[in-house]
């Protein structure tokens, strides 16, 4: 029998209907007409608490959306998922970034192997390697100490280690500098080596396939930085060690094949920061913090595939996003850390969230027919409320927020923090309610009726940081069944790959000008760069 499409299941049908229904309520009006509703719309999993409250839902509205999920078979693609079968269809691999963070002794088995095993054994690794860096064992080529570690890396192996070091920053240790570096634009590793010493220097490579062009770009520049210093080749094995699936790759370039950290082709880059690609972070924070993180993560995998559906935070959050981009119409999700640590965590999200669900296509080729993957963007709080939120409030477009917080201070005690989480509850308060409006003066009009989530955690700890970026991965993976897309793959990055190559062959320095045959505009403006390039150097 022919699978319906999204749009013609029941499930979907009774969606439409019942969003003309409800379409247009208020959430004043929900809230005056249920007084409880504050504290029955929430859901916790692990240490994490979600108010989804303050979504334009109704009782009814999380019964479809439950209807849809059990449809489009959640609950079987979640369990095909943690058991290693190969859920990644355009690319036929596992999508098993759950065995990352499985404790020793679980059984996971993809390819016909436990892999467990041979996650622990990388565990292993870098633990000792990260000890011996932290503990000054580990010397640079003419045997002095590291104190810069500098993570080279694009996509999910920077967004990822760089999220993880800036949210983990009260627990790293202060005396080591770490940067990173992930742009093909020369000034990235020219600003993030400045001042630095190449004896005390120590380069991570992370990249999962080792042919992005910027990653090996930036690393021969790095090792080009570090033999100016030491003019020795000897040297790059005590200052560069990599990160990869592509040993042979890696070894060509001269790493040390003992200081190569292996992950799998079953973890894609953007699930990957709890791989060997979170090394620099265990550099930051030991092995202890990094086992709890993954720990965390752990605890929100068992969450997501064994809470009940109702209670079940990735699920819910998953739900409200399909209901907010399919229904509603909204285009942007906001996410509004309160927590200053997260800075880059709207940045890592863009990567998981777009780089996931931008799918025009369902698994079968077909197209998927509704809006996928809305637009993540965000900035923390309470920077953000003298920036964008202007719009927000009043602006003519409909956009979601996820508004992420810790109950519990880290740094010196004092009332900056209720500042902060007064701030961060007068908005979502603002956001849904509005003020009351004056005719007279329409500018001042807040209409309210803006959909917002609210996470809460305790504290931000390792534990809570993997749980609440599982919390996000599992939300993306359920969006990406109910829309039926392959969430694990990235066919459109491909393109701009490939005609970059052309171009960098036809800017490279030429006796003659190459003929170029791209169409006039691009033709046009390479032609001028040619000219202010020549201009600038003369
Ligand atoms: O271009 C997209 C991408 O493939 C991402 O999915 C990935 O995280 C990034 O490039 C980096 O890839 P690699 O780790 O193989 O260098």
Redesign the pocket.
């Known amino acids: 029998m022919r699978q319906l499409r999204l749009i013609e299941r029941p499930a979907w049908k009774a969606l439409v209907a019942h969003q003309r229904r409800v379409g247009r309520c208020h959430l004043r009006e929900m809230f005056a007409a249920d007084a409880l509703r504050g504290e029955r719309m929430v859901a916790e999993g692990a240490d994490l608490y979600l108010d989804y409250s303050k979504n334009r839902v109704t009782d009814e509205t999380m019964a479809l959306l439950q209807q849809l999920a059990r449809e489009c078979g959640v609950a079987g693609r979640i369990e095909a998922m943690f058991s290693g079968e190969s859920i990644n269809s355009t690319e036929q691999r596992a999508a098993l970034h759950v065995a990352l963070r499985a404790p020793p002794g679980e059984r996971i088995v993809s390819g016909g192997a436990d892999v467990v095993p041979q996650v622990q054994a990388v565990l292993a690794r870098m633990a000792s390697f990260a000890e011996s860096v932290r503990s000054g064992a580990w010397r640079g080529h003419d045997g002095r100490t590291i104190r810069n570690i500098i993570n080279i ?7 990822g280690p760089v999220m993880l070091y800036e949210a983990l920053r009260h627990y790293s240790r202060r005396d080591l500098h770490f940067g990173f570096v992930s742009n093909v634009d020369p000034a990235d590793l020219a600003e993030a080596t400045r001042g630095l010493d190449p004896g005390e220097t120590l380069f991570i490579v ?7 062009l ?2 090996l770009t930036n690393a021969q520049a790095a090792r080009a930085w570090c033999l100016a210093h030491f003019r020795d080749e000897a040297a790059v094995k005590r200052h560069f060690v990599a990160v ?1 699936t592509n040993a042979q790759g890696v070894a060509r370039f001269g790493i040390d094949p003992a200081n190569i950290f292996g992950f799998w082709d079953w973890v ?3 699930y ?1 920061t709890d791989s060997a ?1 979170g090394l620099s972070t265990m550099v930051a924070v030991g092995e202890e913090h990094f086992r709890a993180m993954l720990a965390g993560f752990h605890a929100m995998d068992q969450h997501f595939r064994h809470a009940p559906a109702q209670h079940n935070l990735p699920l819910l959050m998953a739900l409200l996003a399909v209901w907010n981009t399919n229904f509603l119409g909204v285009e942007s999700v906001a996410v509004l850390p309160y927590a200053h640590y997260l800075k880059r965590f709207p940045a890592y999200l863009q ?1 998981l969230t777009m ?1 996931s669900n931008g799918k025009h296509v369902t698994r079968a080729g077909a197209p998927v027919g509704v809006a996928t993957a809305p637009i993540y963007w965000g900035e923390p709080g309470t920077n953000g409320q003298h920036s964008f939120y202007q719009l927000l409030h009043q602006g003519t477009r409909l956009v979601a927020c996820d508004l992420i917080a810790f109950c519990q201070q880290l740094d010196p005690p004092g009332d900056q923090h209720d500042m902060l989480m007064a701030n961060l509850l007068a908005q979502t308060e603002a956001l849904a309610f509005g003020s009351v409006s004056d005719p007279q003066q329409p500018w001042r009009d807040c209409a309210g009726n803006r959909p917002t989530s609210t996470i809460l955690a305790p504290r931000l700890t390792p534990h809570t940081l993997g749980q609440l970026i599982a919390l996000y991965e599992h939300s993306v993976f359920v969006q990406g069944v109910i829309w039926d897309i392959d969430s694990f793959d ?1 066919w459109g ?2 393109l701009g ?1 490939v005609l970059a190559q052309r171009i960098i062959a036809e800017l490279a320095p030429h006796e003659a000008a190459p003929v170029l045959s791209h169409d006039s505009s691009t033709n046009n403006l390479i032609r001028r760069y040619r000219e202010q390039r020549t201009q600038r150097q003369a």
Do not use: A, M, W, Y
């Open positions: 890396g694009i996509g999910g192996s920077d967004l992370c990249s999962k396939t080792f042919k992005t910027e990653t990869s894609g880059g953007r990957s690609i990567q780089e990235q990055v491909e790959k």
